[in-house]
């Protein structure tokens, strides 16, 4: 378009340079000549002609909320010089017909969510508008409040849920779905209303289409759970004295429950009885727990009646009040009895050396030699008192103070076999007593004898300790017989063969013997079963049933064996029809155990397994195994947890719960009935016991 315009320029220029020479003369003109005729100039060329060159789109972007929503695009087209042209034929198209489709006339129609490009075309020229399909999809559902606690059975709460979608904008007129995770705990209403059942824990899920979200509801009306008692100890110091107890009862939440009711206990009446009204009465000497319990939470306070002792009894441990070297000691004891003749178990007692030059003496009575001399040992409880002599006479001449043995351990590996011992006697100076006199004796000479010299000669399998004795000094030597396993015959022992129960547990006994067909009392045996998906058995021969089908269980000693076949037939759902004998003084709780009536300890309630329990392991290291209390004595060869879910009809073991030579609390649950139920050998006589109460656990 330029180059056109150039040429017309050039063209007039050239015209008026034309003119102009004509116009100054030429060849022969002057003043004289005529003057030229001036020429018609030459019109312009017309103007180029309009060219399509750009196009505008009205609206550049739109977004449409709805499937089948429209909007009208306008299409603007300009020429070349920017001009707009009308009468201009114009072609419209989608870039993505599945979102959007355009007219011929630029009406836009949303088809589904997603983005296209609308273009209009005229000529070459184009121009485009981005076109946004955006209808409110249900992205996120959300329940107020997320979390609640209803401290009351009945109680309510009102859930709200609210649908948003892909633009977090709140969607209405939704259809919603409420539902309870456990409706034992707390029920939900079509509208979203949660009353409450029973103490515990559920959710509660709110669903709109596949969207779903949950708030935690825990229900906890207050119960009875810390009772303490006020005082927690008390001394009540002469029979028929008195004491006021108070109980103070707590919640979960650690809130008093002022109207509790409180039943009142003594584990030991013997000692101190208690009403009603926790008022505690003095019955005779010894302690006894008063307990107060409010629902499944008890509280005890230590009562003990100390009448004021009547009598005191000093004894010498060893019959002798001679001490013949400065730093020996001598142990005395004292017993201490009440206005009414009784023992007193644990007296205060207050020692004193009434010259402590020659002995001390400590708080327990043992007495210490410092020089010689003689010093009266008193001891006092109370206004009574009593006392020994005590005389030091120390003396140059050597004593034998110690005895070691040489060596100081060894093995006998035969019947028959012997070793020679040596013993070696120190005087108080530390200094060797050649000369002195040694006695030789044997712990058991069942495993091992000794002769006058030391030469032990060994008997048969076992451990024997062999004491060197010299004056008051001893010393030994542990010589184990452990002659190598001829074995000929290897017997196993079972009652029955047959386990019903996955986890029950039968002991095999096995019985060695050597060359000489005698017994091998610690035999090294090897426990094997065939099939450990039947049963399992440990290196003690103890089998535990884990599935139905048989299995052989097998004892090796040496190169021979023998086995046993163990048959699991478990039955399933039919209950124990196993008849049980009341379990005298043990009673069930959730989460405790109590057994009453055991002599000195009164009653011993269990919160965690009684193997655990320092007045246990006091009495048997092996837990509930030959416990024993005076004349009470038990064995729980077994004991485990029942459930009746029909409250009584039908009992099944809860095998988890199943333990040897012990008895644990268990905390459940699971809404049912429960029992402890054992195996128990109890003062003698062996049955099938069950507990004297039950629990329930409400649904």
Not at 18 to 29: A, E, Q
Not at 481 to 497: F, L, N, Y
Not at 631 to 657: C, F, L, P, R
Request: charged share 15%; aromatic share 4%; glycine share 8%.
């Amino acid at each position: 378009m330029i180059r056109t315009y150039g040429r017309a320029f050039a063209m007039i220029l050239a015209s008026m340079s034309f003119m102009i020479l004509i116009g100054c003369g030429g060849g022969d003109s002057g003043p004289t000549s005529p003057t030229p005729s001036t020429p018609t100039p030459t019109p312009p060329p017309p103007p180029p002609t309009p060219v399509a060159t750009s196009i505008s789109v009205t609206p550049a972007s739109h977004t449409l909320a709805a499937i089948g929503a429209t909007v009208q695009l306008s299409a603007t087209v300009r020429d070349q010089n920017n001009s707009p042209m009308s009468g201009q034929t114009v072609n419209w198209n989608s870039s993505n017909t599945a979102v959007a489709t355009v007219s011929g006339s630029g009406l836009v129609t949303a088809v589904s969510n997603g983005t296209a490009q609308i273009t209009a075309r005229s000529g070459n020229a184009s121009g485009t508008a981005n076109i946004t399909v955006a209808e409110p999809v249900p992205t996120r559902i959300t329940v107020s409040p997320s979390s609640h606690t209803l401290e009351a059975i009945g109680a309510t709460v009102q859930l709200s849920a609210t649908v948003r979608d892909q633009r977090n904008n709140v969607m209405s007129g939704q259809t919603i779905t409420w539902s309870s995770g456990d409706e034992a705990v707390a029920t939900v209403s079509a509208t979203g209303l949660v009353t409450a059942v029973a103490n515990g824990m559920t959710e509660i899920t709110t669903r709109s289409g596949s969207l779903s979200s949950s708030a935690e509801i825990t229900v906890s009306e207050p119960v009875p759970t810390i009772v303490t008692i006020d005082p927690a100890t008390h001394t009540l110091e002469a029979i028929g004295d008195t004491l006021q107890l108070a109980a103070v009862v707590l919640d979960q939440y650690e809130n008093a429950m002022a109207d509790a009711a409180v039943t009142w206990s003594s584990g030991d009446a013997a000692v101190a009885s208690v009403d009603a009204d926790g008022l505690v009465t003095a019955v005779d000497n010894g302690m006894a727990d008063i307990t107060a319990q409010a629902g499944d939470a008890m509280g005890s306070a230590a009562i003990t009646v100390a009448q004021a002792p009547a009598s005191v009894t000093v004894a010498v441990e060893s019959g002798t009040t001679t001490l013949a070297a400065i730093g020996q000691t001598l142990q005395l004891t004292v017993s201490v009895s009440d206005a009414n003749d009784h023992p007193i178990a644990e007296p205060a007692v207050t020692w004193t050396s009434s010259d402590e030059a020659v002995v001390t003496v400590d708080g327990d009575g043992l007495v210490t030699a410092v020089g010689n001399g003689m010093a009266d040992v008193v001891a006092m409880a109370g206004d009574v008192s009593d006392m020994v002599s005590i005389t030091v006479m120390e003396t140059s001449e050597p004593v034998a103070t110690t005895v070691m043995i040489e060596p100081a351990s060894h093995t006998l590996e035969a019947i028959g076999e012997t070793v020679q011992l040596a013993a070696v006697v120190l005087d108080q100076d530390e200094n060797v007593m050649a000369d002195a006199a040694v006695t030789w004796s044997s712990g058991d000479e069942a495993v091992a004898t000794v002769d006058a010299d030391g030469l032990v000669t060994a008997v048969d399998n076992g451990m024997a300790d062999i004491a060197a004795q010299s004056g008051d000094a001893v010393g030994s030597a542990a010589i184990t017989v452990s002659q190598v396993p001829a074995a000929i015959s290897i017997e196993v022992d079972a009652e029955a063969t047959t386990l019903t129960e996955v986890g029950q547990t039968l002991q095999l006994m096995v019985t060695v013997s050597d060359a000489n067909d005698a017994p091998i009392s610690e035999p090294a045996v090897m426990w094997t079963s065939s099939d450990e998906a039947v049963v399992t058995v440990d290196g003690d021969g103890l089998v535990t049933a884990v599935g139905n089908g048989m299995a052989d269980v097998e004892a090796m000693a040496g190169d021979v064996s023998d086995m046993v076949s163990i048959t699991v037939m478990v039955m399933e759902d039919e209950g124990d029809t196993t008849e049980y004998t009341p379990w005298t003084g043990v009673k069930v709780y959730a989460g405790r155990i109590v057994f009453e009536g055991v002599p000195v300890i009164g009653m011993l309630q269990l919160t965690t397994c009684a193997s655990d329990d320092p007045l246990v392991k006091l009495a048997s290291s092996e837990g509930l195994k030959d416990f024993e209390f005076g004349d009470y004595s038990i064995t729980v060869h077994y004991a485990i947890w029942q459930i009746s879910k029909d409250m009584g009809g039908t009992w099944n073991n809860i095998e988890d719960t199943r333990v040897m030579y012990d008895a644990c609390p268990y905390d459940p649950v699971v809404a049912g009935e429960y029992r402890l139920v054992g195996d128990v050998t109890l003062n003698g006589e062996r049955n099938f016991r069950a507990s004297e109460n039950t629990f329930t656990v409400d649904p």
